[in-house]
């Protein structure tokens, strides 16, 4: 297993930016693909970008492509997901998560694949 622990969410406002960060530690970590989810009240999680721990490519969800941005420290292990232009339907509590493969594939967005998790950190966006 592997440990994540989030920070970095807060409040913005509509057109704003954020950024989160996932600390990542344990045993075999190279040999993950780590993601970030996002869970508003009421829907289903859901799959926000994911990376493999030590490559490429860079999978981002269609509703945050071209605003959000995934990467990595890898020196920290810290894995970054920049923020900007948000919305208010990008509210939602933000999970990093991490599953045991090297590669994250077209099934990354598939939360049953995830076997760690993070506490989650609150980004709220009016």
């Known amino acids: 297993h592997v440990q994540l622990v989030e920070s970095g969410g807060g409040s913005a406002q509509a057109g704003g930016s954020l950024r989160l960060s996932c600390v990542v530690s344990g045993r075999r970590i190279d040999e993950h693909c780590v993601a970030w989810f996002r869970q508003a009240p009421e829907k289903e999680r859901e799959g926000v970008a994911a990376v493999p721990y030590d490559g490429s490519p860079t999978y981002y969800a269609n509703s945050v492509r071209g605003r959000f941005t995934l990467s990595r420290d890898i020196g920290k292990s810290v894995f970054y997901l920049q923020m900007h232009g948000l919305r208010p339907e990008d509210t939602a509590m933000y999970y990093c998560?991490?599953?045991?493969?090297?590669?994250?594939?077209?099934?990354?967005?598939?939360?049953?694949?995830?076997?760690?998790w993070g506490q989650g950190t609150q980004v709220t966006v009016s």
């Open positions: 998560a991490a599953q045991r493969s090297q590669y994250c594939g077209n099934g990354w967005k598939h939360a049953d694949e995830y076997r760690d």
